[in-house]
């Protein structure tokens, strides 16, 4: 059924593989990634188009055959994955401190191998209930000049919200490393990521994001 709920898994083993799909295979819509560099491929994709279809919930194992997931987590490539769409971590590794991780993330559960079937579906329809529209975190369109633009995800969301509070819609580097990002250390690199695809979207409302120099930029009509 076309609106079945779109699950994202992230697991290399083709054992847990079909088991996730005996659990899942009458409800969701499966797509599976059998490493990091392909998961991130994808997700960095989705998160460069305006139109891109984010999946209703990801499940990831945290030991893939490239790497630890943790490293994703807290990387500069996501931003938050838990801003952008809810997550289950579930894994053989109980170590609280892959668990604190996890959390401070953004996971929404944490579940160790082996699991029963019947929890897992629970989890996942809690989740999903939680989200109100099914598979969709429910996170209000900023309004600009009485527009309601669309297709943003939560960093986008908070860091355009940040520019319309602001005398002139200007803002400087830190204060939205502040009021974005709070006590969160964030790569160089991630603002300008950010504000880069922010740009991107923005296009199609006749609205750029116009560098002032010094850390410094502001938000106006694409009008000459």
Same mark, same amino acid.
Request: include cysteine; glycine fraction near 8%.
């Given at each position: 059924?076309?609106?079945?709920?779109?699950?994202?898994?992230?697991?290399?083993?083709?054992?847990?593989?079909?088991?996730?799909?005996?659990?899942?295979?009458?409800?969701?819509?499966?797509?599976?990634?059998?490493?990091?560099?392909?998961?991130?491929?994808?997700?960095?994709?989705?998160?460069?188009?305006?139109?891109?279809?984010?999946?209703?919930? *990801?499940?990831?194992?945290?030991?893939?055959?490239?790497?630890?997931?943790?490293?994703?987590?807290?990387?500069?490539? +996501?931003?938050?994955?838990?801003?952008?769409?809810?997550? *289950?971590?579930?894994?053989?590794?109980?170590?609280?401190?892959?668990?604190?991780?996890?959390?401070?993330?953004?996971?929404?559960?944490?579940?160790?191998?082996?699991?029963?079937?019947?929890?897992?579906?629970?989890?996942?329809?809690?989740?999903?209930?939680?989200?109100?529209?099914?598979?969709? #975190?429910?996170? #209000?369109?900023?309004?600009?000049?009485?527009?309601? *633009?669309?297709?943003?995800?939560?960093?986008?969301?908070?860091?355009?919200?940040?520019?319309?509070?602001?005398?002139?819609?200007?803002?400087?580097?830190?204060?939205?490393?502040?009021?974005?990002?709070?006590?969160?250390?964030? +790569? #160089?690199?991630?603002?300008?990521? +950010?504000?880069?695809?922010?740009?991107?979207?923005?296009?199609?409302?006749?609205?750029?994001?116009?560098?002032?120099?010094?850390?410094?930029?502001?938000?106006?009509?694409?009008?000459?």
């Amino acid at each position: 059924m076309n609106n079945e709920p779109l699950i994202w898994i992230l697991e290399d083993d083709k054992g847990c593989q079909f088991v996730y799909e005996q659990i899942l295979k009458n409800s969701f819509k499966t797509t599976y990634f059998e490493n990091i560099k392909k998961f991130k491929d994808r997700y960095n994709d989705v998160m460069s188009k305006s139109n891109g279809t984010w999946p209703s919930l *990801i499940i990831a194992d945290l030991m893939l055959n490239d790497g630890n997931f943790l490293s994703f987590l807290t990387s500069e490539f +996501h931003g938050g994955l838990g801003d952008e769409v809810p997550f *289950i971590i579930v894994s053989s590794d109980d170590d609280i401190e892959s668990l604190r991780i996890c959390f401070k993330e953004g996971a929404n559960d944490y579940i160790t191998k082996p699991f029963k079937k019947n929890e897992l579906l629970v989890k996942i329809e809690t989740i999903l209930k939680n989200n109100q529209k099914f598979g969709k #975190p429910v996170r #209000p369109n900023v309004t600009i000049d009485g527009v309601a *633009i669309e297709g943003l995800t939560g960093k986008q969301k908070r860091l355009l919200s940040l520019f319309n509070t602001q005398e002139n819609r200007i803002v400087d580097r830190d204060l939205i490393l502040n009021k974005v990002w709070g006590d969160t250390a964030v +790569h #160089p690199k991630t603002l300008d990521v +950010h504000l880069y695809n922010l740009r991107r979207k923005l296009g199609p409302y006749g609205l750029i994001i116009k560098s002032l120099g010094g850390g410094r930029w502001t938000l106006m009509g694409d009008k000459k």
